[in-house]
């Protein structure tokens, strides 16, 4: 009964360490990879007119969506979206897009150092575009 008992404890142990190992291989696999280096980038964007749509593009080589739109909501526009630090400084542009029927789509562009020095140094991406009406010729 005793060796039945000190085979089962033995058992156990390995189970253990196996789950330690496991578990330390994991944390180390995670942290070595890069765990993403996300920030918070607080957007502010107002319109004229109100009520216009907002979209967001990265592009580049490095960046696996690029030249994907993201909509971000309808101005005026107050969020705070997490952002990828390599990804950003990787992309070759970033776009912000305000579009509203019946006027002309603004376009905001910057490369990815330029827009992550805004988002640090000021804290928010701000920007209020006049948007241009359409006029239609007869």
């Known amino acids: 009964m005793n060796n039945k008992r000190i085979y089962m404890n033995n058992k156990r142990i390995d189970f253990l360490k196996k789950a330690v190992i496991l578990l330390a291989g994991s944390l180390l696999l995670a942290t070595a990879t890069g765990c993403a280096k996300t920030k918070n980038v607080q957007f502010k964007i107002n319109s004229q007119p109100e009520g216009s749509h907002v979209v967001f593009s990265m592009s580049g080589k490095k960046v696996e969506s690029s030249g994907e739109e993201f909509y971000l ?41 330029s827009f992550w020095d805004e988002a640090v140094e000021k804290g928010v991406i701000y920007w209020t575009p006049k948007l241009i009406p359409q006029t239609s010729h007869k």
């Open 73 to 113: 909501g309808h101005t005026p526009l107050r969020g705070v979206r997490q952002l990828n630090e390599r990804k950003i400084e990787g992309a070759s542009k970033i776009t912000l897009k305000v579009m509203h029927a019946g006027y002309y789509d603004q376009i905001r562009e910057w490369d990815g150092r």
